[in-house]
């Protein structure tokens, strides 16, 4: 295929509430979507959308929103209207010569990847080869004001019918909120923290008491560079750890299982340069007996549909941060929320990732349109 234009609508979307993590409170999304118009060999023309998921600054990777953006206009996009076959399989490796900025290729290869199918008719679960109609679906809660406030809105997300709830989790705000949650709720639920790379070694023998509370894993405790420190720490609790941050790559990926650093792996495509990695991140943790689930970005209804055809590869054995559009939007900009029922969300079955843009709700969340001719 060949790329004719790429056009980025950065859009704004109101949260339904607050959402803190150890690093920054959110009260909006700002992102910006990709539409890319590719010409097939037969001489169609094929629009596909891909989502970006770099936050609005560097503070949960490197990368962030408006550097994102700069990347694709000034570098991936002039490689890759240069190039004679753009296809999904081929995007990678046009942009080999970009280091880093995962993010920034991955929302690029993410529109490439829907256009293609579409062209094809083919939905993105049947090119991965998913082998599940629904995945069960987790819901992540920020951290709270008070232990009463986490117990009440974990209580809210479980009535619900969530099927794994996972708390943010920060110095000050774990084993008491933690501890809270278990007792409320018994040990029966599904229950998993995360970190986002708040603690460091120094703090294992505080860590360690998170052991007695049966968690199925604690996300990222350590920083997104200490895969060494993880595999320590490892070592001195029972809980499994769970790499986010820190695995950039399938490289890291193999890094980290080999050392010990990680019992799970949570994959999220847009931290590791895209879908087509990430289906080598799970094949290669499934080949070492490494559980992996599907992490989120606070996606729009684009990314989540992406994300749950993702999900249902053999290898996703734990439930992923995958919940319905409306945990954080009144209004998503697919002209079908995604819905959580019964704890599951349903694998969109429509060519490409098999949702539709809707154009008013596009053009009212938009805050700036960028064409980027070839
Ligand atoms: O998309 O449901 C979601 C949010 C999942 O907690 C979530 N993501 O570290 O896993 C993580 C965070 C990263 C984004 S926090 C702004
Ligand atoms: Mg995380």
Request: include cysteine.
């Amino acid at each position: 295929m060949k790329l004719l234009s790429l056009r980025l609508h950065h859009i704004e979307m109101p949260l339904v509430s607050p959402f803190t993590t150890s690093f920054s409170t959110q009260t909006a999304k700002r992102t910006f979507l990709v539409e890319a118009q590719l010409e097939t060999a037969s001489g169609e023309v094929v629009t596909g959308w891909g989502e970006n998921v770099a936050l609005d600054s560097p503070v949960y990777s490197p990368e962030h929103l408006e550097g994102a953006a700069y990347v694709i206009e000034h570098w991936l996009a002039p490689m890759l209207f240069a190039a004679e076959d753009v296809t999904a399989e081929t995007v990678g490796h046009i942009l080999h010569k970009i280091i880093g900025n995962q993010m920034a290729k991955a929302a690029v290869e993410m529109a490439v990847l829907d256009a293609q199918l579409r062209a094809e008719g083919r939905s993105f679960a049947s090119y991965l080869g998913a082998v599940r109609d629904t995945v069960p679906s987790g819901v992540s809660v920020g951290i709270q004001e008070s232990v009463e406030a986490t117990v009440g809105v974990i209580g809210g997300y479980i009535d619900q019918g969530y099927a794994r709830i996972k708390l943010k989790i920060q110095p000050g705000a774990d084993v008491a909120h933690v501890a809270a949650v278990r007792r409320e709720f018994g040990d029966d639920l599904p229950f998993q923290v995360d970190a986002n790379a708040a603690y460091t070694l120094v703090d294992a023998a505080h860590l360690r008491r998170l052991d007695e509370y049966g968690l199925l894993l604690i996300e990222q405790p350590l920083g997104e560079a200490d895969i060494r420190q993880h595999a320590e720490l490892a070592k001195l609790m029972h809980t499994p750890i769970c790499l986010d941050e820190s695995v950039v790559s399938a490289e890291a990926a193999a890094d980290a299982i080999m050392l010990g650093a990680a019992a799970v792996i949570n994959i999220k495509p847009g931290r590791v340069g895209g879908y087509l990695e990430a289906r080598r991140i799970h094949d290669i943790a499934r080949a070492h007996g490494i559980a992996v689930w599907c992490g989120g970005m606070l996606e729009t209804g684009v990314g989540r549909a992406a994300n749950a055809a993702l999900a249902a590869l053999p290898g996703f054995t734990l439930p992923g941060d995958i919940s319905g559009s409306d945990r954080f939007y009144t209004e998503d900009i697919t002209t079908e929320p995604i819905r959580m029922h019964d704890g599951v969300v349903d694998v969109p079955t429509g060519p490409g990732f098999g949702v539709e843009v809707d154009p008013d709700r596009l053009a009212r969340f938009r805050t700036r349109l960028v064409d980027i001719p070839a």
